[in-house]
């Protein structure tokens, strides 16, 4: 009777492998288009997306062979261990354990064969084990397993990574020639990895030295966040009041924070390594000899290969100075947005008032800074100069621009906006330039880029100061040629395109930090427009807050009569770092919760600091002496009278001549 069930047991297997035969050839065909498919997939992957791209792929090997479990394992000699860093099982099938290390104990002869004799092990049932095998075949038949593949990886010598392939429901055959194919798949996926912890070595070599070589008073740090190690430079030593040679520590950083502040310290560490985003915080320390002073800490968490954050890394500046500045700060840009600077002579604003209007009927305001800039947009509107818009986000650089092109000699023709910095980084030159079939992995078909779109009209390029270093001397070649090729092209394309662009970011200290190209700064730069925030335009808050009221009052059926004093001294106060977008926000926020006729402003509004930087006052001080010294060149320097300087500028005549000794000016 054994006989007769050993027989049978040899003819299903037999019957097995010639199924497994015939329908080999049109698998491996298969399988080797699904390889071939996986591994364009690889190529010049994002190393933040090697870990999701190989569980993709073993998902689909997965579904490919109808096994249940398939893993990758790394071996790790130096702790006899190993450990599972990727796998994927079938629905019902247990899970293993991942991202814990493994003992070689509880699988040594499998760990012989595999990582020291460099074997494949090929099981098919858990009876074809030997007996010296027998610790583990108790470890799999835990995990559940009937049929094993196990397939060594080397990359350049040892075996490193482990390819293994699981039946838990049945027991299945594993054909040899199944063998180099996976391999060749297990190949791909370490030589990503490996490509992935080289990326992230070179990019933390070099943000750190990036920051190292920028940054001047800042005090440099980093954070193990397993051993509560803490390195710092030694500004940041000084900094703190930190021995030079003192071993730092995170306990050691929280015994200078102020008690007053530590809690909210800890608690903006730890949320942003619980949730991976950027650390801001300001504090107060107490040096060693009891001087207390003000920090600004920002910084952000780096991953390790699973995705957990290792290290806090970031810098720490000393803003006491600033802090103690604040208010006189504040006190003096409010006197700056209440000088009564008039732009141009009245019979340049008549002339011009009904053009300004048709380019400008959204731009709320009429204080003299906002008028300053309609007035500049309009002067460069009718010509096709290359136009930078500088500002804060939020202060209405597209609206200006729209207006320009609405305004120009190309409003017949479409202007085409392209957000720099919504654009992936590896998109961004095909949608500027477009591209042909086939230039890249993914490009099935041909792509008018946006400036070809534009041609004859205007391309707006927002936010230009994230585009990509590499991208700009292309960019630069357009703006000075007129001409690009697309992606997997030889053929130049011409095109005759008016460029505007913006920005919120200092170009000029991003060229000094190598981020953006002289030469194109310089040839963007042709003519700039610099719009004021919201903070430095006080006076238009009254007007845009009833226009916003009457917005949305209208799209939700209210309507509101007065807008209370109180409500809009709240208003005036407020420091609005997200300039007019965020007072719209709050607005219709403050239309929702209002009863009918009643608007009332609610939401208390957190004071943020203002802006402290000092090229704010120099850039409004330039303002003011350019339009002061346009006046006097219209009036032939006359001061006094109807038709003298400080008539046209709304100023007492004494009161003139302080701001002209204070700006430097001189009678030529």
């Known amino acids: 009777m054994r006989k007769l069930t050993e027989a049978s047991e040899r003819l299903n297997t037999e019957i097995k492998r010639r199924k497994e035969a015939q329908r080999s050839p049109r698998e491996r065909l298969l399988f080797e288009e699904l390889l071939s498919a996986i591994s364009a997939r690889f190529i010049s992957l994002p190393a933040n997306r090697v870990d999701e791209e190989i569980h993709n792929a073993m998902t689909e090997v997965l579904g490919f ?6 893993a990758l394992l790394q ?24 991202a814990s290390e493994l ?9 012989e064969k595999l990582v020291l004799k460099k074997e494949v092990l090929s099981i098919e049932k858990m009876e074809d084990i030997p007996s010296e095998a027998n610790v583990d075949k108790e470890t799999w038949m835990k995990w559940g397993i009937r049929s094993n593949l196990n397939i060594p990886i080397m990359i350049g010598g040892p075996v490193d990574h482990i390819l293994a392939i699981n039946s838990v429901k049945q027991e299945r055959l594993w054909p040899e020639e199944l063998v180099p194919r996976l391999r060749l798949l297990g190949e791909i996926f370490v030589n990503a990895i490996e490509r992935s912890k080289a990326q992230k070595a070179l990019q933390e070599s070099e943000e750190r030295l990036s920051l190292a070589t920028s940054a001047a008073e800042a005090g440099l740090w980093m954070l193990d966040i397993d051993t509560g190690i803490l390195w710092a430079t030694p500004i940041l030593r000084e900094l703190f009041g930190f021995h030079p040679d003192e071993v730092l520590s995170y306990e050691r950083f929280q015994e200078a924070i102020h008690p007053d502040d530590l809690d909210g310290v800890k608690e903006r560490v730890h949320q942003s390594i619980e949730t991976k985003s950027f650390l801001i915080a300001e504090y107060r ?29 970031g810098v720490s500046m000393d803003i006491t100075g600033l802090k103690e500045m604040e208010s006189q700060l504040r006190e003096q840009l409010v006197e700056i947005n209440k000088l009564k600077l008039q732009l141009e002579n009245e019979n340049v604003y008549l002339r011009e ?6 380019g400008f009927g959204k731009m709320i305001g009429s204080s003299s800074t906002l008028q300053y800039v309609l007035f500049r947009a309009h002067q460069v509107a009718p010509t096709d100069a290359t136009v930078l818009i500088l500002g804060e986000t939020g202060v209405g650089k597209g609206m200006v621009a729209n207006a320009i092109h609405e305004m120009s000699a190309r409003r017949d023709k479409p202007m085409v906006t392209v957000n720099c910095a919504a654009l992936p980084a590896n998109l961004i030159e095909s949608e500027l330039f477009g591209r042909e079939k086939g230039a890249f992995t993914g490009a099935h078909a041909r792509q008018i880029g946006r400036f070809e779109v534009a041609n004859g009209g205007t391309i707006f390029l927002d936010e230009i100061g994230e585009l990509p270093l590499e991208l700009q001397a292309k960019l630069l070649r357009v703006l000075q040629d007129g001409e690009f090729e697309r992606l997997g092209s030889p053929r130049t394309v011409k095109v005759d395109v008016r460029v505007i662009a913006s920005t919120s970011r200092d170009l000029k200290e991003e060229m000094c930090n190598r981020r953006f190209r002289e030469d194109l700064y310089y040839r963007l730069n042709t003519f700039p427009v610099t719009l004021p925030p919201l903070r430095m335009r006080i006076e238009d808050i009254p007007e845009l807050a009833r226009y916003f009221i009457d917005k949305y009052g209208r799209k939700m059926g209210k309507r509101f009569d007065t807008i209370s004093k109180e409500a809009i001294d709240r208003l005036s106060e407020y ?4 300039n007019v977008r965020e007072l719209e926000h709050i607005i ?14 609610t939401e208390p509004l957190e004071h943020g600091s203002v802006e ?44 003139l001549r302080f701001r002209i000794k204070k700006l430097g000016l001189k009678r030529p």
């Open 65 to 70: 062979f109808k096994v249940d479990r398939f």
């Open 575 to 578: 420091s609005w770092p997200g």
């Open 103 to 111: 003992p070689i104990s509880i699988n040594p002869w499998a760990y």
């Open 612 to 655: 402290r930087e000092e090229g704010v006052l120099k850039e409004f001080n330039a303002m003011a002496r350019e339009h002061i010294q346009q006046v006097l060149k219209e009036t032939r320097w006359k001061i006094e009278g109807k038709a003298g300087a400080a008539a046209f500028l709304g100023l007492h005549p004494s009161t």
């Open 353 to 358: 008032e009904r053009k300004m209007e048709q």
């Open 588 to 601: 219709e926020r403050a239309v929702i919760t209002s009863s009918e006729q009643d608007f009332q402003l």
């Open 75 to 98: 071996t790790l000699p130096d702790k006899k261990s190993w450990m599972i860093t990727h796998s994927v099982a079938g629905a019902g099938v247990p899970s293993v354990p991942i």
């Open 285 to 313: 320390i107490r040096k060693p000899d009891g001087n207390l002073r003000w920090i600004v800490t920002r910084g952000r968490p780096e991953n390790g290969t699973l995705g957990h954050p290792l290290r806090l890394m």
